[in-house]
């Protein structure tokens, strides 16, 4: 189905929100289901024989599978609605743990992981969809940051309780919970997830392949798109990486932390984003026109802060360990910047495509970095400290690359719209006067 315009709400139902609370339930369970093998990582190697560039390969055929079908499902998502993609996703995450639980080789592993992959692509653009129809305007970008942060809830369940199961009832027993977790979560979605309000009108088209090529391509050509997808691309991949596959380890092997330090250092990494999150979403709804400060603010502190982890004499200090995931955790909100490039500077007809452009940016950072990451640790001992700090070096290279891109498209998308900006510290100044002498606010 595809909404003829886009259609928006008067005001938000309280059945928008029963609606978004049953995608939800879809959207943790596949944060939970990706970030699984993560914390499950030591217990792989194990369990299958893996090496590290074997282990990254599992993250990094998931990350692909994601970022390859991003906009094949934004163009699905204009045709069959939310509903129907968020019961496939769970479906084919279920059938992926399902698989795993039994899994005793390398190649069922991967098998297993690409299913998870493939049901995860479809889940958190699906949600977003939802939002856009159920919510009145003025709630749709407070809504919008709840899905990215609350949906990482499912992270904290990877790290503390599916950990707890690993410990003490073992491999099978722990990823036949995560299938069942799934497919309840989707049948959720399959009994009261509604595509659109009652009221809404809807026609079906057909999925051509010519009208599907424009459309993609107009949602490249549009700078903001570009701009989303670099923003999306710098922000998100160290906390992914992090909290993904690597950091455990990391913590764990390389720092000599134990399970539950490491464990609650994961769980850390996502309640602080929940904190940061509307301070973030403030901001950018404040300064629309600044929305890329934050974001190069992210990239360097976070740059900055695997510095003084890396350069540390020796395993690093708790509260050192502390800082990093502190600052990790701004990553997954400043990715969430590259959705609202996308929604303001596309129309509404193309949006889902877009949506689905900007989401692979993150994500083939993401994998890329996991990959490389497998790739020194394995021409290493991979053992140690130091084979890990070497490996995490890799992350510079991905910083480079995606502020290059972020200043370029910002600024073609500046020249296309023919924007002369004052300074920031000037644009403050000026809101601050325009706040203070307007009545009522």
């Given at each position: 189905m595809q909404a003829v315009g886009r259609q928006v709400v008067a005001r938000t139902s309280p059945g928008a929100w029963v609606v978004w609370g049953l995608a939800m339930a879809c959207y943790v369970t596949a944060v939970f289901n990706r970030s699984s093998l993560g914390v499950s990582g030591v217990a792989a190697q194990h369990r299958f024989g893996a090496t590290p560039a074997q282990l990254g390969l599992f993250g990094v055929l998931q990350l692909a599978v994601y970022a390859g079908l991003q906009v094949p499902v934004g163009v699905l998502l204009d045709r069959f609605g939310s509903r129907r993609l968020l019961v496939s996703g769970a479906v084919l995450m279920t059938l992926g743990q399902l698989l795993l639980s039994q899994a005793d080789t390398v190649s069922g592993a991967v098998v297993a992981r690409v299913l998870v992959g493939a049901g995860d692509a479809m889940t958190f653009t699906?949600?977003?969809?939802?939002?856009?129809?159920?919510?009145?305007?003025?709630?749709?970008?407070?809504?919008?940051?709840?899905?990215?942060?609350?949906?990482?809830?499912?992270?904290?369940?990877?790290?503390?309780?599916?950990?707890?199961?690993?410990?003490?009832?073992?491999?099978?027993?722990?990823?036949?919970?995560?299938?069942?977790?799934?497919?309840?979560?989707?049948?959720?979605?399959?009994?009261?997830?509604?595509?659109?309000?009652?009221?809404?009108?809807?026609?079906?088209?057909?999925?051509?392949?010519?009208?599907?090529?424009?459309?993609?391509?107009?949602?490249?050509?549009?700078?903001?798109?570009?701009?989303?997808?670099?923003?999306?691309?710098?922000?998100?991949?160290?906390?992914?990486?992090?909290?993904?596959?690597?950091?455990?380890?990391?913590?764990?092997?390389?720092?000599?932390?134990?399970?539950?330090?490491?464990?609650?250092?994961?769980?850390?990494?996502?309640?602080?984003?929940?904190?940061?999150?509307?301070?973030?979403?403030?901001l950018v709804g404040r300064f629309p026109l600044r929305r890329s400060v934050p974001v190069l603010a992210i990239v360097v502190?976070?740059?900055?802060?695997?510095?003084?982890?890396?350069?540390?004499?020796?395993?690093?200090?708790?509260?050192?360990?502390?800082?990093l995931v502190v600052v990790l955790a701004t990553n997954g909100p400043g990715s969430m910047v590259g959705f609202d490039y996308a929604r303001t500077e596309n129309p509404p007809g193309r949006l889902s495509s877009a949506t689905g452009i900007v989401n692979v940016g993150g994500f083939v950072a993401s994998l890329l970095t996991i990959a490389a990451i497998g790739l020194v640790l394995s021409s290493l001992s991979g053992t140690s400290l130091h084979d890990y700090k070497l490996a995490m070096s890799v992350q510079y290279v991905m910083w480079a690359i995606g502020v290059a891109g972020v200043l370029r498209t910002r600024r073609r998308l500046r020249a296309q719209r023919g924007l002369v900006l004052d300074t920031f510290p000037a644009a403050v100044r000026r809101v601050t006067r325009e706040r203070r002498a307007t009545p009522g606010t």
């Open positions: 699906a949600v977003l969809r939802l939002v856009g129809f159920w919510f009145a305007p003025s709630r749709v970008p407070l809504v919008t940051q709840l899905t990215g942060l609350l949906g990482q809830l499912g992270q904290v369940a990877a790290a503390y309780p599916l950990v707890f199961l690993l410990r003490h009832a073992g491999w099978s027993q722990a990823f036949l919970g995560a299938a069942v977790v799934g497919a309840v979560a989707g049948g959720l979605a399959l009994v009261a997830v509604r595509d659109t309000p009652p009221g809404t009108a809807v026609v079906p088209v057909p999925l051509q392949l010519s009208s599907v090529r424009e459309l993609v391509a107009s949602a490249w050509r549009e700078p903001g798109t570009r701009l989303g997808l670099w923003t999306h691309f710098v922000t998100q991949f160290s906390g992914t990486v992090f909290g993904l596959l690597w950091g455990y380890p990391f913590l764990v092997v390389g720092e000599g932390r134990s399970p539950t330090e490491a464990g609650l250092l994961l769980t850390l990494l996502v309640l602080v984003s929940l904190v940061f999150g509307p301070f973030l979403g403030h502190s976070s740059a900055s802060a695997w510095t003084l982890v890396l350069l540390w004499p020796g395993r690093a200090p708790l509260p050192v360990l502390v800082l």
